[in-house]
């Protein structure tokens, strides 16, 4: 798919002006959602690489996915056409059905009633899911010695009527690539009435030359242009559809249409109302046809709507607010499961990192905690649970307390993770968790967390310990907010500075922790109290020169 250019240029205050004009409208927001946070030694090329995320979906199994795209009517004529082309049918020289076919197939596809008169459109439609057909190798052409062209059932056909996952996917997975392809050509295809006035306008053979390269550059212009609308639209659609609450996936086109226009935190001006409404215009027939394929369920817009006096260009944006059923008349669409898989391919064969929630819990704790520290596109919850599901509470804390050990740049996120999966995990975790009540890196965290628990027996810390776990507790947000000022003042308004500022920071400067001085420094940075923030700055002053 095309990189993702979006008018954005009011969203570079916080991923670096570099990235403002690559970054979706939503981008800025997903950095937050996902928690990207800042690892040291990024530079402005790394932060500007980390702006463009896709965010994890869930998808169902393959098998059900295949299932779902047997169902799709125009692919499930395909396969269809290709069962009845056995063992072999004579057809045009171009490949198409003979005309005497035409109207059997229609029946046949369920097109047509069994008697009676077949319509045109009936025949126009089994011509295409034949071509389709062809064009997936579900038939294959050929001539035979007499020079009778023939179609025969290709290699694919006998696995995708079994329902193998694989081959039912890699075909519907190419049909929707070549609907999508058609869809753009259709779009960029000039008017009637501009390509007849066109012609009229030639005056000799050269000029005719010249004005064919013209309309050809034009019309390839239109084509980009085109397939780099459809692509981010679909791209926009696979972000709130990651997001939305289960029935919440439905967008409006007007809203599809303005998150590819207007720019982020910008309200629409009356020249981005009309761009809003040609791109929806432009998106409506692209829409249509790709929902043949399963792809997206859409509700175009309303025909009618198009009933202006000659002259006027139909008003489908507006300031005036519209109840349920007229705002549905201005086109609705929703990605399906499938949509979601084939555009999430699309992604994947482009280079995106387009994650699968659920996929960093296939393997060991550490691998877990790892992968969930080191990802930005990813929705840590839903990771540590799809992780602790079905394994026995207390070896799996046992796991994940091992794994959160360590000094390195992201050992605070771990330890910070580790106690979120012993909440999900809940008391069954208890004994492992007092196994560690006495580990300088662990203790702090597990006694903490044993306390909310309900526990009564556990030991106040050392102050050293204490000491140790307000910082990492607190590098721990830090990394995981991404530098979130309002965030980090509510947690800074909660540490326990007492009456003696100076004393408190005096200790907490000699903490033996990776990230003594970095938490420091926030807090000098953001702390509301004067006297307090300077304190704090001289402590992080004196903990960057022990070193």
């Given amino acids: ?322 109840d349920e059923e007229e705002s549905a008349r201005f086109g609705l669409v929703r990605l399906t499961p499938l949509g979601q898989y084939g555009i999430r391919q699309w992604l994947l064969e482009d280079g995106y990192d387009a994650p699968l929630v659920g996929e960093l819990a296939q393997g060991d704790a550490a691998e877990l905690l790892r992968g969930v520290c080191e990802a930005a596109n990813v929705l840590p919850e839903e990771e540590l649970r799809a992780w602790v599901a079905g394994r026995e509470p207390e070896p799996a804390a046992r796991e994940l307390l091992a794994a959160a050990r360590g000094d390195d740049a992201y050992g605070p996120l771990r330890r910070m993770l580790c106690v979120s999966a012993l909440n999900l995990l809940g008391a069954g975790a208890e004994p492992a968790a007092r196994e560690v009540l006495d580990d300088p890196e662990l203790g702090g965290a597990v006694r903490a967390w044993l306390s909310a628990l309900g526990a009564t027996d556990v030991p106040v810390p050392e102050r050293t310990m204490a000491l140790w776990t307000v910082v990492d507790t607190f590098a721990a947000q830090l990394l995981d907010s991404g530098g979130d000022a309002a965030l980090l003042r509510e947690l800074i308004t909660d540490l326990p500075v007492k009456g003696d500022p100076a004393s408190w920071f005096g200790e907490l400067w000699r903490v033996d922790h990776p990230y003594t001085a970095d938490v420091l420094e926030a807090i000098g940075e953001l702390h509301t109290d004067r006297a307090l923030a300077k304190e704090a700055r001289k402590a992080a002053f004196k903990a960057r020169s022990k070193g």
Avoid at 145 to 156: F, L, Q, R
Avoid at 177 to 182: K, P, Y
């Fill in 1 to 322: 798919m095309a990189g993702r250019r979006r008018k954005n240029t009011g969203a570079g205050a916080s991923a670096g002006e570099g990235a403002a004009e690559a970054v979706l409208p939503a981008d800025l927001e997903l950095q937050d959602l996902y928690g990207a946070f800042a690892a040291h030694g990024l530079d402005d090329e790394d932060l500007d690489d980390a702006a463009i995320l896709v965010p994890p979906v869930k998808l169902p199994a393959e098998q059900e996915l295949a299932e779902q795209a047997k169902a799709v009517p125009m692919f499930g004529y395909a396969l269809a056409l290709a069962r009845w082309a056995s063992p072999h049918r004579v057809v045009d020289e171009f490949g198409d059905l003979v005309q005497e076919d035409r109207a059997p197939v229609a029946r046949l596809l369920g097109l047509a009633p069994a008697e009676g008169e077949v319509p045109e459109e009936a025949e126009v439609e089994a011509l295409r899911a034949w071509s389709l057909a062809c064009d997936l190798d579900l038939v294959e052409l050929g001539t035979t010695k007499e020079g009778e062209h023939v179609a025969v059932p290709g290699p694919d056909l006998e696995p995708a009527e079994r329902g193998d996952a694989e081959t039912v996917l890699e075909l519907w997975l190419t049909a929707a690539g070549i609907v999508r392809e058609l869809a753009v050509e259709a779009d960029s295809l000039p008017e009637q009435d501009e390509a007849a006035e066109a012609s009229a306008d030639q005056a000799d053979q050269d000029d005719a030359d010249e004005d064919d390269e013209d309309g050809l550059s034009e019309v390839e212009e239109a084509r980009d242009a085109a397939a780099e609308l459809l692509d981010e639209a679909l791209q926009v659609l696979y972000e709130t559809t990651a997001f939305a609450d289960p029935g919440n996936e439905t967008v409006p086109l007007g809203v599809l249409a303005a998150l590819l226009v207007v720019p982020e935190g910008e309200e629409p001006s009356e020249e981005l109302l009309g761009d809003i409404t040609d791109v929806m215009v432009a998106l409506d027939p692209m829409l249509g046809d790709l929902a043949e394929l399963g792809l997206l369920e859409y509700r175009p817009i309303d025909p009618e709507l198009f009933d202006e006096e000659e002259g006027e260009e139909p008003a489908l944006v507006g300031e005036a607010p519209l």
